[in-house]
């Protein structure tokens, strides 16, 4: 008979969850805290970011009413407490610098970030597994050598020079893929097929930051995992090498690459953020910019708190993910 498979331990992974998720609620606050706080320490003058060039030449009690509309003048304590009450109603508040709902500002652009975030992690992942486990196979040879080597360098490159670099290459020089944007020039509407070109290039690029992380830990963990008496006895019982590598050595080795589906989150926002501004894609990377430069209070703490719920559930889904494929770890974390 063939053996039922073993049913997923639900209930730990819904109690493990829960317990982040509380944990989770005053690390939030305190990150939001300490975002109004250096947000109310930085130079910046709200009030003449608002009034932008208008406010080169005004009168100083123009400004000082603007603060005061605007609540600039008031503790940052105060503020943070009266947007902290906002936001558990669902009210974010309203971003002065781009004159709209933050609700609206997140809502416009999250889906680009995160389809641009989800297509390159895949593609990190998939060709970095697949490159670290074919020079896993034959240390030292050629092969792994030529890919160690482009890992390392690609570890090393910023990304908004490899981005530069592809626009140069891919845009400019060869003229087969678009520069940025999401659509082509002179387009009035948004279509699958303009956005899946405008998209090769940047998801490309923030690709290939996160490719060496994995390339460096499956050939660490697979070659490891083929020097094991689990895997030598198992080529011993004349098991094909492809059962061996797949079967035993490459779930064995691609246990330590689950914890950096969390750890390499806050890199992916990071690159993200990087890649968007060189592609000009209409993520959340300039709502960010205009946030951080111009003291934009409400926007700023919406987007700290998304980056900062971003990590924790990176984390907490490595966590599930190592407790599957380990049971001797299990999910008490």
């Known amino acids: 008979m063939t053996p039922r498979p073993a049913a997923l331990p639900w209930g730990p992974m819904a109690r493990m969850t829960g317990r982040r998720l509380l944990a989770a609620v005053p690390v939030l606050a305190v990150v939001t805290f300490g975002v109004f706080a250096l947000a109310a320490a930085s130079p910046f003058d709200p009030a003449r970011a608002y009034a932008g060039t208008a406010g080169l030449g005004a009168r100083q009690d123009v400004l000082d009413q603007l603060s005061d509309n605007l609540g600039a003048d008031r503790p940052f304590a105060a503020r943070w407490w009266d947007w902290l009450l906002s936001a558990l109603t669902g009210d974010l508040g309203r971003s002065p610098t781009l004159r709209q709902p933050v609700a609206d500002v997140i809502g416009e652009r999250l889906g680009w970030s995160v389809l641009l975030c989800g297509v390159a992690f895949a593609v990190a992942v998939t060709a970095g597994t697949a490159l670290g486990v074919l020079t896993a196979r034959r240390p030292g040879r050629p092969l792994d050598r030529a890919v160690t080597a482009l890992a390392y360098t690609l570890e090393a490159a910023p990304p908004f020079w490899l981005g530069l670099l592809a626009v140069w290459f891919f845009a400019v020089h060869l003229g087969v893929l678009p520069a940025g944007g999401l659509t082509d020039t002179g387009s009035d509407t948004v279509t699958a097929g303009q956005v899946a070109s405008h998209l090769v290039l940047p998801a490309a690029v923030l690709a290939f930051t996160q490719?060496?992380?994995?390339?460096?830990?499956?050939?660490?963990?697979?070659?490891?995992?083929?020097?094991?008496?689990?895997?030598?006895?198992?080529?011993?019982?004349?098991?094909?090498?492809?059962?061996?590598?797949l079967g035993h050595a490459l779930r064995s080795g691609l246990l330590p690459v689950l914890t950096l589906v969390g750890s390499r989150v806050p890199e992916l926002i990071t690159g993200a953020l990087l890649v968007e501004t060189v592609f000009s894609w209409p993520g959340i990377a300039s709502a960010t910019v205009e946030a951080a430069t111009k003291a934009d209070f409400p926007l700023l703490a919406a987007l700290t708190v998304l980056a900062t719920a971003a990590v924790l559930a990176g984390n907490l889904l490595s966590d599930l993910l190592y407790g599957l494929a380990d049971p001797r770890v299990g999910f008490d974390g």
């Not at 499956?218 to 030598?232: K, T, Y």
């Not at 198992?234 to 590598?245: D, F, P, Y």
């Open 211 to 245: 490719l060496p992380w994995f390339v460096l830990y499956v050939r660490q963990g697979v070659g490891d995992a083929l020097r094991e008496d689990p895997v030598r006895g198992a080529r011993a019982r004349g098991l094909s090498e492809r059962t061996v590598l």
